[in-house]
């Protein structure tokens, strides 16, 4: 089984936010995009008043930080993770936000009723599922009629590749997870959704601290070529590509906003 897909693999990669918080850290140290890509998703959110939403693959809560005029919309909203870790950090995160619910739950087999949501959200995580069919399959079952499924992911020619480039002298794969992304997903999507929309966010990284990137790096379990290389060989090849002290490094994100359709 691929590794980014396996289940004891993604529980040590997520099993507490050490990884993730490094991953998001480049991202907002660096994007040339200020609107922030937590900010941008979240716009997208068309709640209807009073409604009821399931976020699948909360991480650490993060991206509901300030949303209180969101959250305020809804008359549940229930955050959940595969990983017991990840929920307990997205507790601590917010905190302040007395009127969130908080649940371990596997995509694969959603323990709530046919027809309980308004939207359900699943937000760079659709590419880590076992048995992706079976995940949609639920999050479609568990919508209400014409309800709202969001799910944001990365393409396939963004930073990995990238990154991957760089490193052309050397036998080095960067383990891109194309389970679901930019370029595949309303095909995944379309058996299970009606009227999917695609949108992109336009960004890319201007990296000044290249020691920042080695670690993100090496937070990823997908780029275990680049992982089993010293630190110090990944740190001179990212900083001979550095033009003028920055190093900038293409971005390639979006989102899929879908239906669930009506009987």
């Given at each position: ?21 490094t ?7 660096y994007?040339?995009?200020k609107q922030?890509f ?13 409604a009821?939403v399931?976020?699948l693959g909360c ?5 509901w ?13 229930i955050l959940s ?6 929920l ?5 995160t ?11 739950i596997d995509?694969?087999d959603?323990?709530?009723p ?27 079952r568990v919508l209400k ?8 992911t990365?393409g ?12 052309s002298?050397r036998?080095?794969e960067?383990?891109?997870?194309a389970?679901?992304?930019l370029?595949n997903?309303?095909e ?11 949108d ?7 990296v000044t ?5 080695v ?6 379990s997908?780029m275990?070529d680049?992982?089993?290389?010293p ?13 003028d002290?920055v190093l900038?490094v ?5 989102m899929?906003?879908?239906q669930s359709?009506?009987?």
């Amino acid at each position: 089984m691929n590794q980014l897909v396996n289940s004891s693999v993604l529980a040590k990669q997520y099993g507490t936010s050490e990884k993730l918080n490094t991953r998001i850290s480049i991202h907002s140290k660096y994007s040339t995009n200020k609107q922030g890509f937590g900010s941008w998703i979240s716009s997208h959110y068309q709640f209807p008043e009073n409604a009821s939403v399931l976020e699948l693959g909360c991480g650490t809560g993060d991206m509901w930080k300030g949303q209180g005029e969101l959250i305020s919309r809804c008359s549940r909203l229930i955050l959940s993770d595969f990983s017991e870790g990840m929920l307990e950090q997205a507790k601590e995160t917010l905190r302040d936000e007395t009127a969130i619910e908080y649940r371990v739950i596997d995509i694969q087999d959603i323990p709530y009723p046919d027809h309980t949501f308004d939207a359900v959200i699943a937000n760079m995580m659709l590419y880590h599922v076992p048995d992706l069919p079976k995940g949609l399959r639920e999050v479609s079952r568990v919508l209400k009629e014409g309800g709202t499924f969001f799910c944001a992911t990365f393409g396939e020619h963004g930073m990995m590749e990238y990154i991957g480039s760089l490193f052309s002298n050397r036998p080095v794969e960067t383990g891109v997870n194309a389970a679901f992304t930019l370029q595949n997903g309303q095909e995944k999507l379309s058996p299970f959704f009606a009227d999917i929309r695609q949108d992109l966010y336009e960004d890319s990284l201007a990296v000044t601290n290249v020691e920042d990137m080695v670690d993100y790096i090496y937070s990823l379990s997908g780029m275990s070529d680049l992982r089993s290389l010293p630190r110090e060989t990944v740190r001179s090849v990212l900083t001979a590509h550095m033009t003028d002290g920055v190093l900038r490094v293409p971005k390639e994100y979006g989102m899929f906003i879908a239906q669930s359709p009506k009987e």
